[in-house]
T-cell receptor, first 115, second 113 residues
Framework: ETGVTQSPTHLIKTRGQQVTLRCSSQSGHNTVSWYQQALGQGPQFIFQYYREEENGRGNFPPRFSGLQFPNYSSELNVNALELDDSALYLC??????????????FGAGSRLTVL | SQQGEEDPQALSIQEGENATMNCSYKTSINNLQWYRQNSGRGLVHLILIRSNEREKHSGRLRVTLDTSKKSSSLLITASRAADTASYFCATTLGTGTASKLTFGTGTRLQVTL
C-alpha cells in the first residue's frame, strides 16, 4: 500500500501570491487533514475534508481553502500570501471510523517560503 | 493555539539510556497519541492511549496517562541513535472531528553514541 504523497516538496513565493499544494491519500483512507507547522512549533490543524466536504476547521482565515476529490486526493490553496505563512504544510489521511480515535498517516510535507 | 506543552523542550542522552518525555494538556480528551518527527519531515504515529486507559506498551515504548492531572508521559527504553527525533503528543477532543489533532510543542531528543 502506498503512503501519503505531497507535492511540491519545496517552493518559494513572494508576498501577495497564491499557492496550491497537493496531496494523495493513503489507499483505503477517506479523510484528509491539513496542518501548518511553523519552525520549532507543533503542527496546527487547518481543516479536514470528508466525502469532499470541509468537516472541521482550525483558527485559519478564509484565504486558506481546500478541496477533496472523489479519489480522496486533496489540495490546499492559500491566497494573498503573507510572510507568516512560511511553514511546513503537512497533509494527513485517515479512515474515518467514528469513536474519536483516528490515527493519522502523514506525508513528508511541503515547505513553503514566502519572501 | 497549542493544546499542551511537552517537557523538557530538549533532551540529550547516551545510547542505551532511557528517555522520558512529559506532556500536559488543558481540556478533557477522548484519547492521546504520540508522534515522532525526523528533522522537519512528516510525523509518524507511535502509540495511542484512550482516556479510560492508564498505561500502554509497544515494543520499547511505554505511555502513561493521568486524566486527573491532564498529563501523559512517553518512556523510550534502551534508546538508540536512530531514536533521535522530535516527539509530539496530540489530543483528540471530540467525535466528528476525529482527525483534528491538537499537538503540543514537542520534545527534541538527541541520542548520542
Amino acid at each position: 500500500e502506498t503512503g501519503v504523497t505531497q507535492s511540491p516538496t519545496h517552493l518559494i513565493k513572494t508576498r501577495g501570491q497564491q499557492v496550491t499544494l497537493r496531496c494523495s491519500s493513503q489507499s483505503g483512507h477517506n479523510t484528509v487533514s491539513w496542518y501548518q507547522q511553523a519552525l520549532g512549533q507543533g503542527p496546527q490543524f487547518i481543516f479536514q475534508y470528508y466525502r469532499e466536504e470541509e468537516n472541521g476547521r482550525g483558527n485559519f482565515p478564509p484565504r486558506f481553502s481546500g478541496l477533496q476529490f472523489p479519489n480522496y486526493s486533496s489540495e490546499l490553496n492559500v491566497n494573498a500570501l503573507e510572510l507568516d505563512d512560511s511553514a511546513l504544510y503537512l497533509c494527513a489521511s485517515s479512515r474515518e471510523q467514528g469513536g474519536g480515535a483516528n490515527v493519522l498517516t502523514f506525508g513528508a510535507g511541503s515547505r513553503l517560503t514566502v519572501l | 493555539s497549542q493544546q499542551g506543552e511537552e517537557d523538557p523542550q530538549a533532551l540529550s542522552i547516551q545510547e542505551g539510556e532511557n528517555a522520558t518525555m512529559n506532556c500536559s494538556y488543558k481540556t478533557s480528551i477522548n484519547n492521546l497519541q504520540w508522534y515522532r518527527q525526523n528533522s522537519g519531515r512528516g510525523l509518524v504515529h507511535l502509540i495511542l492511549i484512550r482516556s479510560n486507559e492508564r498505561e500502554k506498551h509497544s515494543g520499547r515504548l511505554r505511555v502513561t496517562l493521568d486524566t486527573s492531572k491532564k498529563s501523559s508521559s512517553l518512556l523510550i527504553t534502551a534508546s538508540r541513535a536512530a531514536d533521535t527525533a522530535s516527539y509530539f503528543c496530540a489530543t483528540t477532543l471530540g467525535t466528528g472531528t476525529a482527525s483534528k489533532l491538537t499537538f503540543g510543542t514537542g520534545t527534541r531528543l538527541q541520542v548520542t553514541l
